[in-house]
């Protein structure tokens, strides 16, 4: 292998240690804090109609995020049904978590929309990069904003400020690129990060076209609210299955934080930063961490049974073509 090929190996392994470092730093003070084997046991006692709630609110998750995109898509001018869609983000969400690398589950998806999706028009990697960075600028917007109503319904009047002020400062750079595209792209991106200039260029050549901010942005954000209160309603039906009824308010609040902070796939399946979110968000409600941590790992195991269909559908599927989408590139 040459110098050259050898460079991304290199980097794709020095990704993954961190990612599995970071996942044992996580994980292992919280096996200091919570006793697993009263976790285990907290298992069988699960309420299993508050299970098929948390389950169907994971189906309205996946679908909504569907939705989401399709309408996305749609705006770029890209056709494609929802139903093979669903397949291939249900599938992506699915492998992004069970993958110990840095692909991410919308870096995922895109892969397979570009290889093993059925649709009515051809894939290119702009496109596909685009709307994945559109697709999650939507997520972030209204993640933010419900977190804000969130932290006003508990009375922490700086968090919704904070909040408020992170919304308008996004909106503005927003602004401000669709304006003069070139200049803040150049200022956002110094030195090694110029690498990134001309995809940031393909995303505002998107976001300008004809149509975009009335049939896919503010469409997309509205849908991306709704998400964000589907996956809410998994964590709330997950601690009615063992036994704890939370604030509504408070879940909408400490869902939402852990929701932006799981943006970034910093460890394996988002084991340990997930777990360590849901013990601080939920204390205030006296909620034992035995049970925070249950609540997280049920929550994954949901997510990956659901997915599988999908995975096995699509990997069985021959590849259309090959991908050329990386990590560095969503």
Do not use: C
């Amino acid at each position: 292998m040459s110098p050259d090929a050898q460079k991304p190996a290199r980097k794709g392994f020095a990704r993954k240690a961190v990612k599995l470092f970071a996942t044992l730093a996580l994980l292992l003070p919280l096996g200091f804090l919570v006793d697993w084997q009263e976790v285990f046991q907290l298992l069988p006692q699960m309420d299993p109609i508050w299970i098929f709630a948390a389950a169907m609110s994971v189906v309205g998750t996946r679908t909504a995020i569907t939705w989401r995109w399709w309408q996305i898509l749609r705006a770029i001018g890209f056709r494609t049904k929802l139903l093979p869609l669903g397949v291939v983000v249900s599938a992506g969400m699915g492998l992004g978590a069970l993958i110990p690398t840095s692909l991410g589950p919308d870096i995922a998806r895109g892969i397979l929309l570009r290889t093993r999706a059925t649709s009515a028009g051809e894939t290119t990697n702009a496109l596909v990069v685009s709307s994945l960075a559109i697709d999650r600028y939507a997520a972030t917007i209204a993640t933010l904003i419900v977190a804000a109503f969130g932290a006003v319904a508990i009375g922490n009047w700086a968090v919704a400020m904070g909040m408020a002020a992170a919304v308008a400062a996004v909106a503005f750079v927003t602004a401000l690129m669709m304006v003069s595209a070139d200049t803040v792209i150049r200022t956002l991106t110094p030195g090694p990060l110029k690498r990134a200039r001309s995809k940031l260029a393909a995303v505002v050549d998107y976001l300008r076209h004809p149509g975009m901010l009335v049939h896919g942005l503010v469409p997309a954000v509205l849908i991306s609210t709704l998400v964000t209160l589907f996956r809410v309603a998994v964590f709330v039906s997950l601690y009615n299955a063992f036994g704890y009824s939370v604030p509504i308010s408070l879940a909408i609040f400490a869902i939402s934080v852990m929701l932006i902070a799981l943006m970034v796939p910093v460890t394996l399946g988002n084991f340990g930063i997930r777990e360590w979110l849901l013990v601080i968000g939920f204390q205030s409600a006296s909620i034992p961490a035995d049970v925070s941590v249950a609540v997280g790992l049920v929550s994954f195991a949901i997510q990956t049974l659901i997915s599988l269909p999908a995975i096995t559908f699509l990997m069985l599927r021959k590849s259309r073509r090959p991908a050329t989408i990386t990590s560095g590139e969503a």
